[in-house]
C-alpha cells in the first residue's frame, strides 16, 4: 500500500497560502466601499407641495410642503437625476442632475416660484467641534430679499453676515437652548423676519433658510419666513 502523506503535506502551506491571498483580496474589495449622502429640502416660495425622485426612486411618503424635507439617503458617488414633480402627477416640473462625491453629505434645495424652479446644493460639514454647542447655518433662500444677516433676537452681534440670494453660511456655534433668530437687512439692520421659538440642541446641526418673498404677488406665494430645520 503506499503512503502519500508526505506528497500531500508538501502542498498544503501552497493550498493555506493560496486561501489567504483569496480571503484577503475579498476582505479589502468589501471595506473599499465609498458612500455620500443626500438630502432635499422644499424651499419654493409658494403653497405648492412636490414629490421627489432620485434616479427614479420616490423620496417622500408625502408630498413636501414649504420647509418640508426629506432625510439623508446613502447612494454611491456617481451623477443621478432628481426630478421633482405635483403631488398629483408623476410629470416632471423640474429634472437635473446632481452629481455626488465620494463620501460627502449634500443638501439639496427646491428654489423659486412654480414657473421658474431650480435647485440649489451644497455640502454639508456635519464635524463637532464642541459637544456642548449646536451648529448653525443660514441660507437666504428668497428671491426678492436683500443681503441679510442672521442673529439671535435683541443680540447685536451677528452669526452670519450679508447672505444674498443663494448663498449660505458655513456652521457656526450656538449655545444650547430655546431663542428666536432675525433676519435683518445687511445695509439698514432692519429685522425683515424672525424664526418661531426653536430648542437648539447641543450635538446637533441646524438650517436657518430665510424663504418666501418680501412682496408676494398673490395668496400662493408665501411671505418672508425665518425657518428652522434640522438637519437629518
Known sequence: ?????????KFIPLFIFIVSISLTSCKKDETDTTISYLRVINASPSLATYNTYFNGTLLN???LPFAGSVSYSSYTPGSYPLKFTTASSAESLLTKNITL?????????????????????????LSITATDKAYVRFINLSPDAPALDLAKTSSTSSLATNKVYKAASTFTTVDAGTYTLD???NSTGTVKATSA????????HYDVICGGLVTPANDTERPLSLQVILIK
Open 1 to 9: 500500500m503506499k503512503n502519500f502523506t508526505p506528497l500531500s503535506l
Open 61 to 63: 411618503s408625502a408630498a
Open 101 to 125: 462625491g465620494v463620501n460627502t453629505y449634500y443638501s439639496t434645495y427646491l428654489i423659486n416660484k412654480p414657473a421658474a424652479l431650480d435647485i440649489y446644493t451644497i455640502s454639508d460639514d
Open 183 to 185: 433676519a435683518k437687512e
Open 197 to 204: 421659538s426653536t430648542t437648539f440642541l447641543a450635538g446637533y
